[in-house]
């Protein structure tokens, strides 16, 4: 570690006491400063920031169904504003009051229990922070239709800390029979929309959460409370939740049959693909973007994910996949949550193709499209991870597209 | 010295939280769940198995089916099920198709269980009316669409103890997730 002369240091700011002296001497501001706004009861942020959820053209018969994705291009370190959280409906956004609503947990359980909101804050609370991310995302990549940014290609996922009480504690109390295997969650949209869980998840890391990133989770998050499965495709964390059935059998539910569903070559089908597997993105310079100078410094930075655990490590290449380095990790250590990368890069002004690759802690490596292809073939369309690739061009734009395609 | 009585009185308190969540936890009696009653779990309840644990009394046929599905489905789905504009999903067609570079996945084509079409239309649809039908017409409507792709006869009866054992044609074609799959190359 260096140390700082002290000496050297009362030179410092002793110049710099000069400096700010000489200023005040000097004529008045250019510009009178005007008093700014008053106190408010609710913050919002600056007039000057315009970042928004993408959302699909508006010609939709359906608007309550589809989905609205994260712009994660503009997003700092982990956290996602909750406002800009994905979207996901399949039904709409419900207005929930609390007051009304209750969880109910029956099925092969001794005691059949109801909570009300009230009820969950009494137990031990926990905090986490983790990714949800719909397993659709990056879908269009796979059949080469590939997104123009990150909010297009990978902005069904986003990060919060969540606040719930573990579902293993609700379970205890209402004493699960020895033959359950499923829990069947439902939430309280209008479609009533429901998965089959395996009861090991649920009394391994899984949460009914109500909070998100410091208050009460968002109506688009399932308020007043949502099935939190850490790691999990997005859909099986059920929002608005209101009912979890404990059963011997999995309940064959048509978001775990008609969707959410693999296509194999031999017309077979995936089915309960649970775990996201190991992802990242380059969020910056990404697709849209310009860089904002010519040949200089500049900082390569993305987001990093996995279902399975932590992130262990992200490399980025900046020659189309030749050659690789090790980027830096941001507090790296939270599980099945975004871990931020960064690496510097001396942009020589001419054209590059930048891409990353996440390794997981079980030793997991991210594919690249090609090798995904190789081995599931072109009807698979759920749960995509493919190394994603911009390109810088001479003129400081960046595409999705390679040069001259 | 107070302070280590105070570390003592800490120490002890978090003893008897941690004995208050094991007890908790062994389930002794629940302490903050409220007992929820067969009625409350009747009202709630509308899980259909495979098996056909959940689905209802009454019954109905797709030859009643057709009128309800007019009025209340074709809308979206069109008047044989073939979807409209490319934006609603067609229930027919599609057999023979899921193996090959446009596979159409649909009732017939993709839907491992009859029983899953019942309870997918009585919680979900009409979409803009989910929860309206009873269980007469849902039981016309899903022998409807089975009709539709050729699965039961127009007059054959849908209820809780035929409809679980109707063989759907994709019942076979699932496979549990085998991932990880890739073995990327560094």
């Known amino acids: ?405 | 010295m107070s302070g280590r009585m105070g570390a003592c009185r800490m120490l002890r308190r978090a003893f008897s939280i941690a004995v208050l969540w094991s007890v908790a936890a062994l389930g002794q009696q629940a302490r903050i769940g409220k007992p929820a009653g067969e009625d409350k779990i009747k009202a709630m309840d509308i899980t259909v198995f495979p098996d056909g644990r959940g689905l209802p009394a009454g019954g109905g046929t797709a030859a009643k089916g057709k009128d309800i599905f007019k009025e209340k489905c074709a809308v979206c789905h069109n008047d044989q099920g073939q979807g409209r504009e490319g934006q609603y999903p067609s229930l027919v067609g599609g057999k023979g198709t899921i193996n090959t570079p446009k596979p159409v996945k649909t009732v017939g084509s993709y839907w491992p269980y009859a029983t899953t079409v019942f309870d997918y239309v009585r919680r979900a649809m009409p979409y803009d009316q989910p929860g309206t039908l009873q269980a007469d017409e849902t039981y016309s409507l899903v022998g409807f669409v089975l009709n539709l792709n050729g699965i039961v006869g127009e007059n054959d009866v849908v209820d809780k103890d035929t409809l679980p054992k109707v063989k759907m044609p994709n019942r076979d074609g699932f496979v549990p997730d085998a991932r990880p799959d890739v073995k990327a190359k560094r």
């Open chain 1, 1 to 405: 570690m260096k140390k700082i002369d002290p000496s050297r240091r009362n030179v410092l700011s002793l110049g710099a006491g000069l400096a700010a002296l000489t200023a005040c001497n000097s004529a008045k501001q250019e510009t009178p400063s005007m008093i700014g706004a008053p106190l408010s009861k609710l913050g919002s942020r600056s007039t000057h920031v315009t970042s928004v959820r993408a959302t699909p053209p508006p010609d939709t018969k359906t608007p309550a169904t589809g989905s609205s994705r994260t712009p994660l291009q503009d997003s700092y370190g982990i956290i996602t504003p909750s406002g800009l959280h994905f979207e996901r409906h399949h039904s709409g956004v419900p207005d929930i009051d609390p007051a009304n609503h209750e969880l109910l947990i029956h099925g092969l359980v001794e005691q059949p229990l109801v909570y009300k909101l009230e009820d969950l804050k009494r137990f031990p609370s926990v905090s986490r922070i983790h990714f949800v991310e719909c397993s659709g995302n990056g879908r269009s990549e796979y059949s080469g239709n590939l997104g123009a940014d990150p909010a297009t290609s990978h902005g069904l996922a986003s990060c919060s800390e969540w606040t719930g009480v573990p579902v293993k504690l609700l379970l205890a109390e209402a004493k699960v029979k020895p033959e359950a295997k499923w829990v069947i969650a439902e939430g309280g949209d209008a479609c009533r929309l429901t998965r089959s869980i395996p009861m090991a998840k649920l009394l391994d890391d899984a949460l009914i959460v109500y909070g998100q990133n410091g208050e009460p989770i968002r109506p688009e998050q399932g308020y007043p409370m949502r099935l939190l499965l850490p790691g999990w495709e997005g859909n099986t964390n059920t929002k608005w939740l209101r009912r979890l059935n404990v059963s011997d059998v999995p309940a064959m539910t048509t978001h775990e049959t008609a969707y959410y569903t693999d296509l194999l070559p031999d017309g077979k089908a995936r089915q309960f693909s649970f775990e996201v597997e190991a992802k990242s993105v380059i969020t910056r310079p990404a697709g849209g973007q310009k860089m904002p100078g010519g040949a200089g410094t500049y900082e390569i930075t993305g987001l990093a994910w996995s279902g399975r655990g932590k992130i262990q490590r992200v490399e980025v290449s900046i020659d189309g996949g030749k050659t690789w380095k090790d980027a830096e990790l941001q507090q790296a250590g939270f599980t099945k949550a975004f871990t931020r990368f960064r690496m510097p890069w001396d942009w020589d002004g001419g054209a590059a193709s930048l891409q990353s690759r996440a390794t997981d802690e079980t030793g997991y490596l991210q594919p690249s499209g090609d090798e995904m292809l190789a081995a599931r073939g072109r009807n698979y369309s759920y749960h995509n991870n493919q190394i994603k690739v911009w390109y810088v061009r001479a003129d400081g734009s960046v595409s999705h597209v390679a040069q001259g395609v």
